[in-house]
Each structure stands twice: as structure tokens, then as C-alpha cells.
């Protein structure tokens, strides 16, 4: 009897070790692997608000499977991500550390940006013609068209997802553009709209934020709700008016996509070409998130995923406010999360009064490590199977 009740034990054991082991493979997925994004809130058919959900195409089925298998890069990177990166290259000579650094950023700050990752898609609700990508890039601020004309350089059959068609005519504004401003997409240096510099320090989310055809910020979606450009550049003009004659079905607003448009440029997003594009234009985002994390003395993924945020969002800091931060330490004792948590509220006074709360959330849910943003609770260090104490480069 003894010896069976013993017999019992070891298979229970057994059997709860190979639930865990099941538990965790479900919950923790290697960078790589591309988990099904969360689903719309509005469930209104009819709905015209902007929206990245794919859920009113009806060629969704088409669409590539959300689930891919994890990649051979995973074991090094060592982290869980929503983000397939198969096949996307990074700059050679960044470290694994740094690496991993910033894919955890990619992810972490685009899922804040939208629920499809490199495929999220919006329509003109804002004036800007098109938002697409990860991060929001638009034809508007001129963000969108260099990220597309350097995927077409690296792989020009990246292309030949779009109808024949629809191809010419993607091509025809990208070509247009690209004279225009006369771009050239052999630069070495990555950005996001057509001039080398940009304000670094803003955002249109500030109070005093004034766009201008030198433009170079990310479109975030939450930032774009700020007003409708009343005058573009006549470069990105053209583009947002090409958007608006062929990419949208008639209505007063742009408010809904032609299906097959939507589903081919989905479809070209997520080619490793325009996924490396992607990545290699959110580089001066990344530098500059280092940058300031160095600037506070400290190396660790809480301090470099909040700059990098910061960065996204709302464009940077300026030396004032890294001088205020300063002063502030100097005069008490303190934590690296309180300091965090004062320098993100010295910056939020810039922004406008609607968005603060939205800044806010998103910057302390990566100082504390979890938070409700947008709607939804997040834990990031359960999330991203990260440690925020860990070095990120």
C-alpha cells in the first residue's frame, strides 16, 4: 500500500511538471512568434472611427497566418514578442544585448501605437492621407514614403503582393514623391521624413508643436487626433490626395478602405523587406533612447524602454528638462523610479491638456513595469519575459 500511494505521488508530480511546461511554452512565446493581436472594442460594422482592426475586410482570410514558428534568433534574443522577426535585418554592428534591447522597445511601444504590429493600418481620419507600419508612419508628414521607397530598393519583389495595377499606381506617387523631393534612398542615414534634421524635442502632442515641411516626427495614432494640417508641403499634398482618390471607398470621410487595397497593402507591411525598413527607421529613435538613458546614468531596460517611449510619443526631452530632473535629485533622496516618474511629469507639462493622461499612463506602466493603457492591463515584465532591472545594453 505504501508503495503505491508512493507510485501515485511520483505520477502526479509528473503530471502537474508537464502542466507548468505547457502553462509556459502558451504563455511565453520566443521572440519571433506572432501571437493573434487583441480584437477591436467597437463591434459597429458601421463605425467610421480610425481603426487598425481587420476586422471589416472581407478578404481577412488571405491575410497571412497570425501564428508563425518561433525563428532560429529567438534563443539569443531571449525574450517573448508579438512581433514576427524572420527575415528582418538589423544593423551589423549592434550587439545581441542591444539587439534584444530594442526589439523589446519595437514591441512594447508598438503595441502601444496599435494592435497589428507591422501591419497596422489607418485611413485619413487625420488629414495625413495614410498611417502605416509599426510606428505609425504617414504620407502626410512625409514619414511613410522613404520607409517604402528604400523597401522597393532592397527587394523591388516585395512589390508583387499588389495587384498589377495597384502596384503601377503605389509606385507612380512613390516615384512622384521621391523627384519631387529629390530622395535618395542609397543615404546611410535612416529618418523618417524627407529632410536630415527634425525637432527631436516635441511632438504634436505639445501645446506649442507647429508642423512643418521639415517635419521629421513619428505619426502616432493618439498624436494625429491633434488637428488637420491645414496646408501640407506640396510633395506630401500630392500623396495624401493620391491616398485619397484610390485607397478609400466614397464617402465623406475616407472612413473606409477599399477591401482589396487594404488587404495588399497589409500584405506588402509585412514582407521581411518593409518589416527590415521598419526597423532600420526607428534606429535614430533607439539612439536617442540610449542617449538619454546614458545622460541619467543608468543602463537598464526600465530607463532605455521609458526613453525609447518617450521618444516615440513625444518626440524627446529638452536640456532644461534633464537640468530640472538634476536639481530636483540633488535636493532629496530618491529612487530610479521616482526620478523617472518626475522627469516623465516635467515633460507631460508640455503636452496638451488631452493627452496628458495618456502620456502619463503609457511612461508609468514601463517605469513600474505594469499599468492600464489604453483600455488594457499590462504587465511587461510577465509580457516580454524581461526583467526591468536587466541591462539593456
Request: charged letters at 25%; aromatic letters at 6%.
Amino acid at each position: 500500500m505504501q508503495s503505491a500511494s508512493l507510485a501515485l505521488r511520483q505520477i502526479s508530480q509528473l503530471a502537474l511538471g508537464a502542466f507548468v511546461a505547457v502553462f509556459t511554452l502558451v504563455n511565453c512565446a520566443p521572440v519571433g512568434t506572432h501571437l493573434e493581436a487583441p480584437a477591436s472594442s467597437s463591434s459597429d460594422p458601421n463605425d467610421s472611427s480610425p481603426t487598425t482592426d481587420l476586422g471589416d475586410d472581407p478578404t481577412q482570410a488571405e491575410l497571412p497566418p497570425l501564428i508563425t514558428p518561433p525563428t532560429a534568433e529567438a534563443p539569443a534574443l531571449k525574450f517573448c514578442s508579438s512581433l514576427d522577426f524572420k527575415g528582418v535585418e538589423f544593423p551589423a554592428g549592434m550587439s545581441a544585448a542591444e539587439r534584444r534591447a530594442f526589439s523589446v522597445a519595437l514591441t512594447i511601444s508598438g503595441s502601444f501605437e496599435g494592435p497589428n504590429g507591422w501591419i497596422n493600418i489607418t485611413n485619413d481620419f487625420d488629414g495625413m492621407g495614410l498611417s502605416a507600419g509599426l510606428l505609425n508612419q504617414t504620407l502626410g508628414t512625409g514619414s511613410l514614403q522613404p520607409l517604402l521607397l528604400r523597401a522597393r530598393a532592397r527587394d523591388p519583389r516585395a512589390f508583387d503582393v499588389l495587384n498589377r495595377d495597384r502596384r503601377a499606381s503605389l509606385n507612380g506617387m512613390l516615384d512622384r514623391w521621391q523627384a519631387a523631393r529629390k530622395f535618395k534612398t542609397s543615404s546611410s542615414k535612416m529618418q523618417f521624413g524627407p529632410d536630415e534634421a527634425g525637432d527631436e524635442e516635441s511632438s504634436r502632442l505639445d501645446e506649442d508643436f507647429h508642423l512643418t515641411s521639415s517635419d521629421t516626427s513619428l505619426g502616432s495614432k493618439e498624436l494625429k487626433t491633434v488637428s488637420t494640417l491645414a496646408t501640407l508641403a506640396s510633395a506630401e499634398q500630392s500623396s495624401v490626395e493620391w491616398a485619397r482618390d484610390n485607397l478609400y471607398q466614397p464617402s465623406p470621410r475616407q472612413a473606409h478602405f477599399r477591401p482589396e487595397w487594404k488587404r495588399e497593402l497589409q500584405l506588402l507591411l509585412a514582407t521581411p523587406a518593409v518589416r527590415t525598413e521598419q526597423v532600420l527607421a526607428a534606429l535614430q529613435l533607439h539612439a536617442r533612447a540610449k542617449q538619454y538613458a546614458q545622460r541619467l546614468g543608468r543602463k537598464d531596460l526600465r530607463h532605455y524602454l521609458t526613453m525609447f517611449d518617450i521618444a516615440v510619443q513625444n518626440g524627446g526631452l529638452k536640456s532644461e528638462e534633464f537640468g530640472r530632473v538634476e536639481a530636483w535629485a540633488n535636493s532629496r533622496r530618491w529612487s530610479d523610479t521616482d526620478r523617472l516618474r518626475h522627469l516623465v511629469e516635467i515633460r507631460i507639462e508640455r503636452v496638451r491638456t488631452q493627452y496628458k493622461e495618456d502620456v502619463r499612463r503609457r511612461k508609468f506602466s514601463l517605469i513600474t513595469g505594469e499599468g492600464n493603457v489604453h483600455g488594457r492591463m499590462r504587465r511587461h515584465e510577465k509580457e516580454a519575459c524581461i526583467r526591468l532591472t536587466e541591462a539593456a545594453f
